[in-house]
């Protein structure tokens, strides 16, 4: 396996279709940084122990492969302006999908490996947060279990700089500074995060408030909030919402 392969295959392509894959190639790589890459079911792809994303070009539009049905159905909304499959989507010849669009896509495919992984293959890497992450969740009974497992990933999609790992016996998510989320996991009637800004207190610490349109925050203090999404449609609905809220909160760490 090797980049030769894509190399060749992109070199047959018309000078268009070339230049728009190079794109997505890059932004692929740029998310996955860790990934080999190949050829999968004779496509160019990244693959990381199992195929993470692919892509090719037909005589009339290139298309992008997450490599899993959920995560086509996980982005439906912002997929929507595509032509989408149970296996990708099309997108016109010249009009790449942008960088952060593959950066979520990618995150959000590894996060999925990541989670189905045996536990005993995830007990060898207890170093590895994620790797905690996703042997809680598999062990978790719990009636919100898919519901938590895809806000993870929607958290995940926001920032290459955004991890996560065991904090206060849940999952929790950080940056490098500190961290700033955890689950609440008893809730069982909608997921439930809470926001935070770290295991420390800030004395010197100021007040804040971030624009919340749909109603999701409910502050405990002024450096933390509960954030309430819901359960099933609820989920997808909000996602957009959370996002957002994730991408201001982290600017106050």
């Not at 086509?72 to 989507?89: M, R």
């Not at 994620?130 to 929607?154: F, M, N, S, T, W």
Request: overall charge positive.
């Amino acid at each position: 396996m090797s980049a030769k392969d894509a190399d060749a295959y992109l070199a047959k392509l018309s000078a268009e279709k070339r230049a728009t894959l190079e794109k997505v190639r890059e932004a692929i790589r740029a998310a996955a940084p860790d990934a080999e890459e190949g050829l999968s079911y004779g496509m160019p792809a990244f693959i990381l122990g199992k195929p993470i994303a692919g892509y090719s070009a037909s005589a009339a539009h290139c298309s992008y492969f997450p490599m899993s049905g959920a995560i086509t159905a996980q982005f439906e909304d912002e997929l929507a302006k595509y032509e989408v499959s149970k296996g990708g989507f099309k997108f016109a010849i010249g009009k790449p999908p942008s960088a952060t669009l593959i950066r979520k896509l990618v995150k959000a495919r590894l996060a999925e490996i990541e989670t189905a992984k045996p536990a005993k293959k995830i007990a060898k890497k207890v170093a590895a947060s994620d790797g905690e992450v996703a042997a809680y969740l598999k062990a978790l009974k719990h009636p919100l279990k898919k519901e938590i497992e895809a806000v993870r990933l929607i958290i995940l999609g926001v920032s290459p700089a955004i991890g996560e790992g065991i904090k206060w016996k849940v999952p929790s998510f950080r940056t490098e500074k500190e961290w700033f989320a955890t689950f609440n996991v008893r809730s069982q009637k909608g997921v439930q995060l809470v926001f935070h800004l770290g295991a420390k207190t800030r004395p010197d610490l100021k007040a804040f408030k971030l624009a919340d349109p749909n109603g999701l925050m409910k502050w405990l203090g002024k450096d933390r909030a509960m954030v309430t999404l819901g359960a099933g449609r609820d989920i997808p609905a909000n996602r957009k919402a959370l996002e957002a809220i994730v991408r201001a909160w982290i600017r106050q760490l």
